[in-house]
């Protein structure tokens, strides 16, 4: 069992290193231990279900290892920031004032061609549109477009906002009948205001199918099928 | 928070039973080569009634040992052990100690093997 475990450590290891050596490109959207853990779990998962002579023992403890050491490797590296660059690496920096990192791109890996993809995806056709341009640790580019080419909000044109500053974000109170006591929380209302909310609406509250209330008390409705099909949306400031 | 005090917990019972269960291991395949190698110079001596009374004890509480063992250890060694064992009372019973012999053999490098390949040594490891 010591051999499993202390084995398993060694791989886990190896594989992260390997990960760390593959760089940005080989990575989704996790971290590369999260990946190594995530590809190694299923793995090993499978080896008991398919080996009846593999102990059950010898399945669990590979994967309880690799999971306890995950969130003890994450939790040094919030606590260490070296530790938290070796594991996750940096960000960098692709993109500097319009300008593309040539150097930085060699050192990624990354072709114009994948830059140009990832810009698309982003929503960016135009490469003079691009202020910054950022490759996360997880692999994903992140852009900030030129302040001529940002997309222009109700603070530009001095707009009022409805809902206050947090704007409206509707919060889920009644899910399929039942009362969602973390968003009236939330939301500073009471089950009984809730009910009555309903009931204002012509349905009782295990009638309807969801219910979400806004921070001004804006509430929207969806009755259950079989009940009246009527979605009310209404203002009760 | 409460994930790392958890993943330490779990750590630290996995490394704790780890080493109870290497100990425990330690005892019960000890304790069988012993009995083994007290038949076989039960049968050099010629005194194979208690050769076969040593052997029965020697199955039965491998039998006991088993189950647990093949609770955490791969089963096909386990089981050449088994078969090994199972094998002694019958040669030992027509006569035939070169059988006999080489089966003690077997049982014995494969009880080994099952006790080295679970040390934390090296040559494991790598």
Redesign the interface.
């Known amino acids: 069992m010591l051999v499993t475990l202390l084995r398993t450590i060694l791989i886990y290891v190896v594989v992260v290193c390997g990960l760390r050596l593959m760089g940005k490109r080989q990575l989704g959207e996790l971290q590369p231990s999260e990946l190594v853990v995530t590809i190694l779990v299923s793995d090993i998962a499978t080896l008991p279900i398919q080996d009846p002579g593999f102990s059950l023992a010898g399945g669990a403890v590979p994967i309880l290892t690799l999971v306890c050491f995950e969130v003890l490797l994450s939790a040094a590296t919030l606590k260490s920031r070296r530790l938290r660059r070796l594991v996750s690496g940096t960000p960098r920096i692709v993109i500097r004032d319009g300008v593309i990192d040539q150097r930085e791109m060699k050192n990624l890996r990354y072709s114009v061609d994948d830059l140009m993809e990832l810009l698309r995806g982003g929503g960016y056709f135009d490469l003079q549109e691009v202020g910054y341009a950022i490759v996360e640790t997880t692999g994903k580019l992140n852009v900030c477009p030129k302040a001529a080419c940002h997309p222009v909000t109700p603070q530009d044109m001095k707009l009022p906002l409805s809902g206050g500053d947090m704007g409206e974000f509707p919060i889920l109170i009644i899910s399929d009948g039942r009362m969602v006591k973390k968003g009236l929380e939330f939301c500073g209302i009471t089950e009984e205001w809730a009910a009555e909310q309903a009931r204002a609406h012509g349905f009782l509250p295990e009638q309807l199918f969801l219910m979400t209330c806004t921070q001004d008390k804006q509430i929207y409705a969806v009755p259950k099928d079989g009940f009246k099909e009527s979605a009310v949306k209404e203002e009760n400031a | 928070m409460k994930?790392?005090v958890?993943?330490?917990v779990?750590?630290a019972i996995?490394?704790g039973?780890?080493?109870g269960?290497?100990l425990w291991l330690h005892h019960g395949i000890y304790d069988l080569l012993d009995d083994i190698a007290l038949a076989e110079q039960q049968v050099l001596e010629g005194d194979y009634e208690t050769a076969f009374t040593t052997l029965d004890q020697a199955r039965e509480d491998w039998r006991e040992d088993e189950i647990y063992f093949?609770?955490?250890?791969?089963?096909?060694e386990l089981d050449t052990v088994t078969v090994s064992l199972e094998a002694l009372p019958s040669y030992l019973q027509y006569r035939d100690y070169a059988s006999f012999f080489a089966s003690t053999s077997q049982a014995k490098r494969m009880i080994l093997h099952i006790w080295e390949?679970?040390?934390?040594s090296w040559n494991?490891?790598l």
């Open positions: 994930r790392v958890a993943a330490i779990i750590m996995m490394l039973s780890g080493t269960i290497l093949s609770r955490l250890l791969r089963h096909r390949s679970e040390l934390p494991n490891l």
